[in-house]
C-alpha cells in the first residue's frame, strides 16, 4: 500500500549482515519487487566489493544499492544517545 500511496520507490538499499552478505537473499527479494521496476545486474550482485555500491541493472527503474552498516555499533549509539537523554 505504502508504495502505491508513493507512487513506486526511488532506490532500495539493502544493509545489515543479510543485505550485505546474503546475495541470494537480495535476488530473492528483487525478483518479487520487479512489478516496481526492480531489476538488478546478476554479475553485480554476486561481486562483494566495497562498504556501498549498486547493483542495479542499467535498465532499471530503481537503484538498488549494498551497504554495510555495523549494526552493533549503531544499537551502541542510539543506546547511550537514550541513556543521555534519560538521565
Known amino acids: 500500500k505504502a508504495t502505491s500511496y508513493t507512487q513506486g520507490i526511488d532506490t532500495l538499499?539493502?544493509?545489515g549482515t543479510i543485505g550485505f552478505r546474503a546475495m541470494y537473499i537480495r535476488e530473492m527479494v528483487t525478483d518479487?519487487?520487479?512489478?516496481?521496476?526492480?531489476?538488478?545486474?546478476?554479475?553485480?550482485?554476486?561481486e562483494d566489493l566495497d562498504t556501498c555500491f549498486e547493483i542495479s541493472a542499467h535498465d532499471s527503474g530503481v537503484k538498488v544499492?549494498?551497504?554495510?552498516?555495523?549494526?552493533?555499533r549503531e544499537m551502541h549509539r542510539?543506546?547511550?544517545?537514550?541513556l543521555r537523554t534519560r538521565i
Open 13 to 15: 538499499v539493502f544493509t
Open 32 to 46: 518479487k519487487l520487479r512489478w516496481l521496476g526492480v531489476t538488478i545486474n546478476h554479475d553485480k550482485n554476486l
Open 65 to 72: 544499492l549494498v551497504a554495510q552498516v555495523d549494526e552493533m
Open 78 to 82: 542510539h543506546t547511550l544517545e537514550l
